[in-house]
């Protein structure tokens, strides 16, 4: 079934209507999103699977405002903005607070401690207070890592380093995590337990989730499924 943006009044974090995305190849065009539509009501999970090179990715980025489409609109709650227009300060810093993205290679900042790392988005937003200093405290306890709070990155394994970037990615309470294969780098047993962690936080912070991943098993684990295949996105579960 392919996935129709929905219009009802329901609370929606994000939605995507009619996405389009292409990247000039020489003298020839790479359509990589040709309609891609898609809505995630508050606090749900939706998995996207997709062979390598389809445009998952592209689809992230596309959402989160980082690259601009050819076509399309994106709603951030209510919030409707064209997907073609270039985004301005005021998008920037909504994104900040609106949407915590997780990467594969994790990017963590080498030379910041792990607290240093996690309080980063509220310093960057200017929402720096006591509180959320606690609040990275209990993000790092909730994923495990609090014991690790003084070290750098370098010195922790992958499972720890995407537990800590997970907890980045939730410090300013955003509506919306984009998870770009985040058990990419890791075995089986710790995607697994990184898997967990996630789904589970995200929906303890009311997080919509929208999860890319190459595992089925991980994929089924969220609450809809959907496979990106030939630039459009349909429902599998
Ligand atoms: N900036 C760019 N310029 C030109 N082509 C690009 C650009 N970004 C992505 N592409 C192309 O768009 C297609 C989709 O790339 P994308 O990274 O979104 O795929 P993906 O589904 O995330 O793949 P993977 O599973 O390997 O991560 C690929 O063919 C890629 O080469
Ligand atoms: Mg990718």
């Not at 996405?19 to 995630?40: I, M, N, P, Q, T």
């Not at 047993?189 to 789904?199: A, N, R």
Request: proline residues 3%; glycine residues 8%.
């Amino acid at each position: 079934m392919r996935y129709e943006v929905n219009n009802s009044t329901e609370q929606f974090s994000l939605r995507a209507k009619s996405l389009k995305k292409s990247f000039a190849f020489g003298d020839s065009k790479l359509e990589v999103l040709r309609s891609v539509s898609l809505s995630l009501k508050k606090a749900e999970s939706l998995s996207i699977q997709g062979d390598s090179g389809c445009g998952k990715s592209t689809l992230l980025n596309l959402l989160a405002r980082l690259e601009q489409g050819d076509d399309g609109e994106i709603f951030w709650g209510n919030k409707k903005m064209e997907a073609a227009r270039k985004q301005d300060a005021k998008q920037i810093a909504q994104r900040g607070t609106y949407i915590g993205v997780i990467y594969q290679a994790y990017y963590l900042i080498p030379e910041l401690t792990v607290f240093q790392n996690v309080i980063l988005p509220a310093r960057l937003n200017g929402s720096l207070n006591p509180q959320k200093q606690e609040r990275v405290i209990n993000l790092l306890k909730k994923m495990g890592v609090e014991q690790k709070a003084n070290q750098i990155p370098p010195k922790l394994s992958g499972g720890e380093r995407q537990r800590v970037a997970i907890a980045r990615a939730l410090i300013n309470s955003p509506k919306v995590i984009l998870a770009d294969e985040p058990t990419g780098n890791l075995d089986e047993k710790t995607g697994g337990e990184v898997m967990d962690l996630l789904l589970q936080t995200c929906e303890e912070e009311k997080a919509s989730l929208l999860l890319v991943t190459h595992n089925p098993k991980f994929a089924e684990a969220t609450n809809r499924a959907a496979v990106l295949r030939d630039g459009e996105l349909n429902q599998i579960a």
